[in-house]
């Protein structure tokens, strides 16, 4: 028989590990190396007859769906035309989305066979076992983990009354050494294809926390690879210069003896350009981690930290294990080594968390610093604790996945809405990096950091000004209105903050509109770089370019007070990727310069 497995991604960087994985096990320890398992990467951006076209082509006889709350709406759709041109084909479905309420998806979609409830790679492996056995010497009944269609009245298997639906029981958990490497098999084809995608890998499966919102708290054994094994996969990695390997592991440093491990490993073995990224815990660090983190080359390592809420009440209600001081404390010390990108998150929606709450939790964790605060929304999973408490805690979230929180107790729906409002000023003039030193200027100005995003948030709002396509360009000259019209004392410094932001960024092809005009300073530029094409005083590395060459490889602004500042786009900072700055106002030839335009002080 064909089998299809079918991953729907959100993006096209991202890829699906569990599919992988299921038909590696599949071929190695099922010993189907030679049945046809197939996978079928789509993301939620194509249409669905594109999908329902290449699924067809390959004349599948059981398919498999990998379900999450970002891809079950076109599942569905999928669901309903899939029988129409192969309606002999078995369809399965797997993957947290469909695992914890199995009975209703089959219930609705009777073309559905079954559906792998939790784990997949044994159950999916005893599925190809069933359909390849002529003699169907082994029945549904006794694979774990799944829910099927059965009229009959089969032994040693739960049944939903009247309905003829049913469950075995769960497997074994599956010792996670014993799973084969998912890519081992990939053609240097394949990896070309993921050059410029994430590639994700797990080094163990299970967290030791209880987090209501989560799925993961439901299963606490923490089972982790054998490091013999992490290693050699990491180095095949590291020898096809992936770009970014995504450790999956809800906790990744829960283990200590485990991370450190395998992080000397990657510290011995830098490619130079692989980035490696991880989720964890920031109160389980220790100064003994921080050290070796701090000896990676700069961009290698990429940490995401859940914070979440700085709430007491809330992170005690959420079943959640924090120290907050610990939590500050860590993360400033990782970001004094200047090497590490680090993500926080918030979730907005939490229990026993109102707005003012929320905007406290805001204010902390931007004092942090980190290069990403992600400001998410409560997802309401099905399976998850938080489901279970959603009438005590009022819980209103949408119909429709992601069940995205739209009411508390304690959060309005107003609320949300001008959370919501904050969340886009966040990634727009924050998590882009793009609005660095304009920002610092705008944090003098306001007594707390929310208040900088609530402010925009009404800027947007009175202009008209959300649901546009803004271009970068766009949004500057935006936020430069706002300033001239609220803080009008400000301008000539928001004037130089913005056209830094725009020269840290790129060498702009024209200069911005509300930059200021250096036609005065034209011969001494022209001075510097024929002095730079002889000497290389501040441009080392451009040696064999002429002057020329030089002005048009980097960028001179002199700013309001005269300071002369000098963007290198060859050097540019591994985190932020922003161009080198180098301040030439102290030398000779600018203080000259400067002096005779009027500027007696240079800094």
Not at 244 to 267: G, P
């Amino acid at each position: 028989m064909r089998y299809l497995l079918v991953a729907i991604n959100a993006k096209y960087i991202h890829s699906n590990l569990g599919v992988y994985s299921l038909r590696a096990y599949a071929r190695k320890k099922g010993s189907f190396s030679g049945v046809p398992i197939e996978i079928g990467e789509y993301t939620i951006n194509h249409s669905l007859g594109s999908i329902l076209k290449d699924i067809y082509r390959r004349k599948p006889e059981v398919i498999g769906f990998s379900c999450y709350i970002w891809n079950i709406g076109l599942v569905k759709e999928l669901l309903s035309d899939l029988p129409k041109i192969l309606p002999q084909a078995k369809i399965w479905l797997g993957g947290p989305e469909v695992s914890y309420h199995g009975e209703a998806i089959l219930e609705e979609f009777p073309q559905v066979s079954g559906i792998m409830a939790g784990e997949g790679e044994e159950t999916f492996c005893r599925l190809v076992q069933f359909y390849e056995a002529s003699s169907r010497a082994e029945a549904l009944e006794e694979i774990p983990g799944i829910l099927y269609r059965s009229a009959g009245d089969l032994k040693g298997t739960k049944a939903t009354e009247g309905k003829g639906i049913r469950r075995t029981a769960p497997g074994s958990p599956l010792d996670l050494s014993s799973l084969p490497f998912p890519y081992e098999d990939w053609e240097e084809e394949r990896w070309q294809e993921f050059q410029h995608r994430i590639v994700y890998y797990e080094s163990s499966r299970g967290c030791p926390f209880s987090c209501s919102y989560c799925l993961s708290s439901i299963d606490k054994r923490v089972r982790f690879r054998d490091l013999s094994l992490v290693k050699r996969e990491m180095q095949f990695f590291l020898d096809r210069k992936v770009r970014q390997v995504k450790f999956v592991d809800r906790t990744f440093n829960c283990k200590k003896s485990h991370a450190m491990e395998i992080w000397k490993y990657l510290e011995e073995h830098d490619n130079g350009v692989t980035n490696v990224h991880f989720e964890i815990g920031a109160d389980c660090l220790d100064e003994e981690e921080i050290a070796l983190l701090h000896r990676m080359r700069p961009g290698f390592i990429q940490l995401e930290i859940g914070v979440q809420t700085t709430n007491p009440d809330t992170i005690r209600e959420i079943r959640r294990t924090m120290d907050l001081e610990k939590v500050a404390r860590m993360t400033a010390m990782v970001r004094a080594g200047g090497n590490i990108h680090q993500h926080l998150d918030l979730i907005a929606g939490l229990p026993l968390e109102d707005l003012e709450s929320f905007r406290r939790s805001f204010d902390q964790v931007y004092q942090m610093r980190p290069h990403q605060l992600q400001l998410g929304f409560l997802k309401v999973l099905k399976g998850s604790y938080m489901d279970e408490q959603k009438k005590v805690y009022q819980l209103q979230f949408t119909h429709h996945p992601p069940y995205e929180v739209l009411s508390t107790r304690w959060l309005s729906f107003d609320d949300v809405m001008r959370l919501k409002q904050v969340e886009e000023m966040v990634e727009v003039h924050y998590n882009s990096d793009q609005f660095r030193e304009t920002l610092r200027c705008l944090e003098a100005l306001f007594p707390r950091p929310i208040q900088i995003f609530e402010a925009m948030a009404d800027w947007y709002e009175e202009k008209n000004l959300w649901d546009v396509s803004h271009s970068r360009q766009a949004r500057y000259e935006i936020l430069l209105e706002w300033i001239k019209e609220q803080y009008p004392q400000k301008i000539e410094e928001i004037r130089d903050a913005l056209t830094m932001d725009v020269y840290l960024r790129e060498k702009a092809k024209s200069r911005p509109a509300f930059a200021r005009d250096l036609s005065r300073y034209k011969e001494g530029f022209r001075r510097f770089y024929r002095e730079e094409e002889q000497k290389h005083s501040f441009l080392k590395g451009y040696e064999g370019y002429d002057s020329r060459q030089l002005e048009r490889m980097t960028h001179i602004e002199v700013l309001s007070d005269g300071q002369v500042l000098l963007f290198d786009y060859q050097n540019r900072d591994p985190l932020s990727h922003n161009a080198a700055v180098v301040e030439l106002s102290g030398q000779s030839l600018w203080k000259e310069e400067m002096e005779s335009h009027g500027f007696l002080y240079c800094h």
